[in-house]
């Protein structure tokens, strides 16, 4: 399950340092699927994978209570997403690449922060 949280973790330190020097490449991807099904259900997939992976690996890990609470947070937030039906889907993510202009770098530092952290408490 390491392997699972690590590959995470380094996809996203990646994908903060790409929205730190040009996020138009990660943000032109999102927009020109924002409406596509897979988009939605790779959301609520990705996020119920990690979440499971986050939740069994906590105990192994430098930081068991965060990664258990990130675990949670990650399954209710796929809940979620896989509640609110694709039209609201749609919406939400429309409305978060809105703000990418004015916040997307600083979106991408917070992503660097995090994925870096996973990388961390799982080696």
Same mark, same amino acid.
């Given at each position: 399950?390491? !392997?699972?949280?690590?590959?995470?973790?380094?996809?996203?330190?990646?994908?903060?340092?790409?929205?730190?020097?040009?996020?138009?490449?990660?943000?032109?991807?999102?927009?020109?699927?924002?409406?596509? $099904?897979?988009?939605?259900?790779?959301?609520?997939?990705?996020?119920?994978?990690?979440?499971?992976?986050?939740?069994? !690996?906590?105990?192994?890990?430098? !930081?068991?209570?965060?990664?258990?609470?990130?675990?949670?947070?990650?399954?209710?937030?796929?809940?979620?997403?896989?509640?609110?039906?694709?039209?609201?889907?749609?919406?939400?993510?429309?409305?978060?690449?809105?703000?990418?202009?004015?916040?997307?770098?600083?979106?991408?530092?917070?992503?660097?922060?995090?994925?870096?952290?996973?990388? !961390?408490?799982? $080696?």
């Amino acid at each position: 399950m390491n !392997y699972v949280i690590l590959i995470f973790g380094v996809l996203t330190l990646v994908a903060g340092v790409i929205i730190l020097i040009k996020p138009e490449i990660i943000f032109g991807i999102l927009r020109s699927n924002v409406d596509s $099904l897979s988009l939605h259900v790779l959301a609520v997939v990705v996020r119920i994978i990690l979440g499971v992976a986050l939740i069994v !690996y906590a105990g192994e890990s430098k !930081y068991p209570i965060i990664l258990e609470v990130l675990g949670w947070i990650s399954l209710v937030a796929a809940v979620v997403l896989g509640v609110i039906g694709r039209s609201n889907f749609t919406r939400l993510m429309k409305w978060a690449l809105s703000l990418g202009s004015s916040y997307g770098r600083v979106g991408g530092f917070i992503a660097v922060l995090f994925g870096g952290v996973l990388v !961390y408490a799982v $080696l």
